[in-house]
């Protein structure tokens, strides 16, 4: 089964927000299988459902235990809409 998660990130009180969140959207691009698409508002993840949603939730994981207070806005929808997205 496929999954495509969008989510965004909000490190609070932190002076390099930016290389935070950057550092976990390249985290995600490092792994296999998945494709990791940004654009100024979110970041989108497309792939395998139990490889997409592990590696999401241990980069959240890794994030939260890294920083003082973060926070990450989630969508899960079933099924691959990166080309659904690129259509539009």
Not at 5 to 34: C, H, T
Request: proline share 1%; glycine share 4%; net charge negative.
């Amino acid at each position: 089964m496929k999954i495509s998660i969008e989510l965004s990130l909000y490190p609070l009180a932190m002076d390099n927000f930016k290389d935070e969140i950057w550092a976990f959207i390249k985290r995600l691009r490092q792994v296999e299988g998945l494709n990791v698409v940004t654009n100024g508002m979110s970041t989108q993840v497309f792939g395998d459902y139990d490889l997409a949603v592990s590696n999401v939730m241990r980069e959240m994981k890794q994030v939260h235990s890294k920083t003082n207070s973060a926070v990450f806005a989630c969508k899960f929808i079933n099924g691959d809409r990166s080309q659904v997205e690129a259509e539009s």
